[in-house]
């Protein structure tokens, strides 16, 4: 089972409409920050992304499942390094417990 479209090209996201924006009041601003965002690096190695859609198609075949969680809309005020700390080790210690059969404490 392919989980990707064939059709899919880096820029293909720009078809779809961004429905949850905020009002960015002045576009050159928005520009810059896009611009900026453009030149720093990938936060992810393709080998990951490869994997992830592995990991997805062992999902959709029903081999494995997905364990999906963390903060859909949190504010950047409340980020801190405590805060994310927390919240990855809340995650491993889920997917810990997915991998396992015996009870997570």
Do not use: N
Not at 4 to 16: G, I, L, R, V, Y
Not at 76 to 92: C, D, M, P, T
């Amino acid at each position: 089972m392919a989980v990707t479209d064939p059709t899919w090209t880096p820029a293909s996201w720009h078809a779809f409409p961004a429905l949850q924006q905020p009002d960015w009041p002045d576009p050159a601003v928005l520009e810059s920050v896009r611009e900026r965002l453009r030149l720093l690096p990938s936060l992810i190695f393709a080998g990951e992304a490869r994997a992830l859609l592995h990991h997805l198609g062992e999902a959709a075949e029903g081999r494995a499942f997905l364990l999906q969680a963390g903060d859909c809309a949190e504010s950047f005020h409340e980020l801190s390094v405590i805060a994310v700390r927390e919240r990855l080790k809340l995650l491993l210690q889920m997917s810990r417990c997915s991998r396992t059969a015996r009870r997570c404490r």
